[in-house]
């Protein structure tokens, strides 16, 4: 059983605390679905004011959902829809203050408000994105675009 205590306020500590933390979480384990899975959950207890903390593999040219904490969601993602598959077209970070705002954005949960989508990169290529929602606009920052980022160059090799 793993007990976990992190400090949301300090961001810098907190990133580079999740980013160890997953480090030992990963370790030794070959299977990508369970560490996905144990991140998620990582992300959904460090992380306050997320509605949903996950993933989303690259499947055959197209995003498919992934192990994740939060409500039912979409199952499938184009390339270039949404904040996810932008996310993966492009292989940049979607920082989305307020969905409602961003054009074509795909409502999975009506509560959710703001959004942060972080490619996972090997090898040059997008195999997975992040996605982090909250209900709140604003949640989202660049201290946190860059501690997410940090984090996938950290998991990369292990999902």
């Known amino acids: 059983m793993y007990d976990f205590s992190f ?26 679905v369970a560490n996905m899975a144990n991140l998620a959950a990582l992300l959904a207890i460090a992380l306050p004011d997320c509605n949903w903390t996950g993933f989303y593999r690259m499947v055959d040219g197209g995003l498919v959902l992934g192990p994740f ?3 039912p969601a979409c199952i499938r993602i184009a390339l270039g829809e949404g904040v996810c598959g932008a996310a993966a077209a492009s292989g940049q970070t ?66």
């Open 69 to 71: 904490i939060g409500k």
């Open 94 to 159: 979607q920082l989305v203050r307020d969905v409602h705002a961003f054009p074509g954005h795909i409502a999975c949960d009506a509560a959710s408000a703001s959004e942060l989508v972080v490619p996972v990169v090997r090898d040059g290529q997008v195999i997975a994105v992040i996605d982090l929602d909250s209900p709140t606009v604003g949640r989202f920052d660049e201290a946190d675009a860059l501690g997410i980022e940090a984090l996938a160059a950290v998991i990369a090799d292990a999902i």
């Open 7 to 32: 400090d949301p306020a300090d961001k810098p500590t907190l990133y580079a605390d999740l980013a160890s933390t997953a480090r030992g979480l990963i370790a030794g384990e070959p299977d990508p």
